[in-house]
């Protein structure tokens, strides 16, 4: 694709709920990483793949957190049990690697309710 | 510990006018240091990098920064603003194995007539 997309751009769940936001990086990306945007705040790192390996977790905020890149390419981040400070915009990027630039998707805004 | 510093919330310019954005860090290693601009709604876009060699660095949109090691600041300059570019910026810092960035939490411009 063009650009690093994301989906679903907005979501609203109760609290407790599952979800599952999707990203799908520019083709040929080696690395994907996610962040965590809490409003007025940088975003902060969550976790990085390279290919389909999770290589740094570190950033997850707890076991309730997990993303996955089975096939090197689309990445899933699930939330479970969602609670009201996970409301957040959660930003996937891209890159081919290495000191590249990282291509950022739009996010999705997630509000737990 | 790596991080980095925007001291400034938010800056309002009026038009025409030189912009200054500054931003410090602290990083163990030679870091790799990003400006990034954020519209409303829309994902993060590279403004300018700095890996190594001359550090007066060129980006996009007229932008620039210089690196200064002996003052940890990595500033992003603009000779003259123009009203497109009222938004978030956001510094980050870089390591050499690309695979984690740390952000400030941003500057919101507003750009005046």
């Known amino acids: 694709g063009a650009g690093v997309s994301q989906s679903p751009r907005y979501k609203v769940a109760k609290r407790g709920q599952d979800v599952a936001l999707r990203c799908d990086p520019i083709?040929?990306?080696?690395?994907l990483f996610w962040y965590q945007q809490a409003l007025g705040q940088g975003p902060e790192f969550l976790t990085y793949f390279q290919n389909e390996a999770q290589l740094d977790k570190s950033g997850l905020p707890s076991d309730r957190f997990f993303a996955e890149r089975p096939e090197g390419s689309v990445s899933t981040l699930k939330i479970q049990r969602t609670q009201q400070e996970d409301s957040a915009v959660y930003l996937c990027?891209?890159?081919?690697?290495?000191?590249?630039?990282?291509?950022f998707g739009p996010g999705t805004r997630l509000t737990v309710l | 510990a790596q991080s980095v510093t925007q001291p400034d919330i938010h800056i309002t310019v009026s038009e025409g006018a030189s912009l200054e954005l500054r931003c410090n860090y602290s990083y163990g290693a030679t870091p790799y240091l990003f400006w990034y601009v954020q519209s409303p709604g829309q994902g993060l876009q590279l403004l300018l990098k700095y890996f190594s060699g001359d550090t007066l660095v060129q980006g996009i949109k007229g932008f620039e920064a210089e690196f200064k090691r002996s003052q940890s600041s990595f500033n992003l300059r603009k000779p003259s603003v123009h009203w497109s570019d009222a938004a978030e910026y956001f510094c980050?810092?870089?390591?050499?194995?690309?695979?984690?960035?740390?952000f400030g939490t941003g500057t919101s411009l507003t750009v005046i007539p």
């Open positions: 980050a810092v870089g390591a050499s194995t690309g695979n984690q960035f740390y």
């Open positions: 083709s040929g990306h080696v690395s």
């Open positions: 990027a891209s890159s081919l690697g290495g000191n590249n630039e990282q291509f």
